[in-house]
């Protein structure tokens, strides 16, 4: 087992968080657990985080003033490519609005004629999207609120492990258990912080 390309944290971060642990027995263990939180958490925002610096991506015109790329935050454009003639997009013309958004400005609008009858993917984008993660090297900057979350789920589900799924909670003596399992280990602390990296369908106002 490895770490993912989308791994959200490291297996050191992780075993100093849960403290106690020595030698690489558990690393195995830790590795599977960060790269399905960190799935989790690219789940629920609905878009890959961590950083490449030569997306493709292929959008639809909008017949308004913006189209809209997957990979967030949206850090530099190349290229964007009509595909009706294959002909460049002057970068003059547009501008990052929203890198939140993954939002292209456009003042003159982008042309949403269909290509055929069957394509409606009518711009190719290149551009660097996503967040430098701490396994990538390099510069991070992964929001540290992101990333303990993801600490967070691997440290409950090390914790929890060997544990029976379907038990809410148990006692043993005078000692009591609760174990929160809501939104498939997002619980709602952590969902207050995914919350704010949610994406909006469109921009309602140019501001």
């Known amino acids: 087992m490895a770490l993912a390309a989308n791994a959200l944290t490291l297996v050191a971060t992780c075993e100093a968080e849960i403290g106690g642990l020595t030698g690489g027995s558990q690393d195995a263990l830790l590795e599977r657990y960060i790269n ?8 629920y925002l609905g878009y890959i985080l961590y950083n490449d610096s030569a997306v493709v991506e292929k959008v639809a015109g909008s017949n308004d003033a913006f189209i809209y790329i997957d990979r967030t935050p949206l850090n530099s454009i190349t290229s964007i490519i009509w595909l009706g003639d294959g002909s460049t997009v002057s970068s003059g013309d547009y501008e990052i609005w929203k890198a939140g958004q993954g939002a292209i400005y456009n003042a003159n609008g982008w042309n949403d ?20 993660t701490p396994q990538q090297g390099g510069t991070r900057d992964l929001p540290f609120d992101l990333e303990n979350v993801c600490i967070d789920m691997v440290t409950t589900m090390w914790r929890q492990k060997g544990a029976d799924a379907g038990i ?8 009591s258990v609760t174990y929160d399992r809501s939104h498939g280990g997002i619980t709602p602390t952590m969902q207050e912080v995914l919350d704010s990296y949610k994406r909006y369908d469109r921009l309602t106002e140019v501001d």
Request: charged content about 25%; aromatic content about 12%; hydrophobic content about 35%.
């Open 113 to 132: 004629s269909r290509i055929s009858m069957t394509d409606f993917e009518r711009y190719q984008v290149t551009f660097d999207g996503g967040w430098v």
């Open 36 to 43: 399905a939180a960190s799935e989790k958490i690219a789940q």
């Open 168 to 175: 809410k909670s148990e006692s043993i003596l005078s000692t």
